[in-house]
């Protein structure tokens, strides 16, 4: 079986994937050629030549990412922090600058102190956000929701992998996180809410890969991108326990409309601004403080106790 240049393929895939208008068509040339061969992409330069049947699934593989198939999908896997997660057709496929929410979670958690900190993802997917935290937090009790049947499928899929791997059970549950009545025995309870909701405005234009494949009850947002964000605060206020925060992922032409959304209620304080790398508004994080009743309240109870 004759052997080939395994550079000249990976060249000629880069040359195939620009033509169709893919953004990063080295990168993912290069990530297909690594998958393929069950190896690091840093490590593809020690793979000289490579027989013609795997040029072949090769160029198979090429072919689907030139249809703008999202390169997830082909992969099987979408990284999250730490882990890696399953992904195909019907769950929103994370996103890398959600990693700055799940950094900012994670270091949060840090500082607050508490042990076995109660954590709250909503809008899961894929259960991205849940299972990275549950994995840098063996201790944390992590609750995570889903509207959508074929999106929660992925999430009990991927949750199913990490517990088998060792990582704490995450709890999963299927509801619309607009719903004041979802669930009412973690009210005041909980620690921190992380949440990458739909928040794309509708009409939108957007890349194939995108508009194509991820479920658009997973994208759009209403016509301000802003419709389930809205509703969302409201629960998020009485989920979390005083000194608790949440973190919201935006449109990065809502970022000050989300802050006001938050610093318009009397139990959010501290409201900032998160940016990502590229200077754009990612998201949102906002403070549950003690409402005035809720102060006296405290101080009537420490007055008792001492």
């Known amino acids: 079986m004759s052997r080939q240049p395994l550079r000249l393929a990976i060249i000629e895939a880069a040359s195939v994937l620009e033509e169709a208008g893919v953004a990063s068509p080295r990168v993912d040339a290069e990530l297909l050629a690594a998958h393929l061969l069950g190896i690091e992409r840093g490590r593809l330069g020690l793979v000289p030549l490579v027989d013609s049947a795997m040029i072949e699934a090769y160029r198979?593989?090429?072919?689907?990412?030139?249809?703008?198939?999202?390169?997830q999908y082909i992969l099987g896997t979408s990284p999250m922090g730490e882990i890696d997660l399953a992904v195909g057709p019907g769950v929103f496929v994370p996103r890398p600058e959600t990693e700055l929410l799940l950094g900012w979670a994670l270091a949060f958690l840090e500082r607050h102190g508490r042990r076995n900190p109660v954590v709250l993802?909503?809008?899961?997917?894929s259960g991205a956000l849940a299972l990275a935290i549950a994995h840098a937090r063996p201790d944390a009790v992590v609750h995570a929701v889903e509207l959508e049947p074929r999106a929660l499928a992925w999430a009990r899929q991927n949750a199913e992998t990490r517990a088998n791997d060792g990582d704490t059970p995450i709890v999963l549950h299927q509801g619309d996180v607009t719903d004041r009545t979802l669930l009412v025995a973690l009210e005041?309870?909980?620690?921190?809410?992380?949440?990458?909701?739909?928040?794309?405005p509708e009409g939108t234009v957007l890349e194939p890969e995108v508009a194509e494949h991820d479920p658009h009850s997973a994208l759009f947002g209403g016509p301000d991108g802003l419709s389930v964000i809205k509703p969302m605060i409201s629960n998020i206020a009485r989920w979390l326990r005083i000194g608790g925060a949440a973190a919201v992922e935006h449109d990065d032409t809502n970022g000050m409309l989300v802050a006001e959304l938050f610093a318009q209620r009397r139990v959010f304080d501290d409201v900032v601004e998160h940016y990502d790398l590229a200077g754009k508004p990612r998201f949102v994080v906002a403070h549950r403080v003690p409402t005035d009743v809720e102060a006296s309240r405290a101080a009537v109870r420490s007055s008792a106790g001492g």
């Open 60 to 71: 198979a593989m090429v072919d689907q990412r030139a249809k703008r198939i999202p390169l």
């Open 188 to 200: 005041g309870a909980v620690d921190i809410v992380v949440s990458n909701p739909p928040y794309i």
């Open 121 to 125: 993802d909503l809008c899961t997917g």
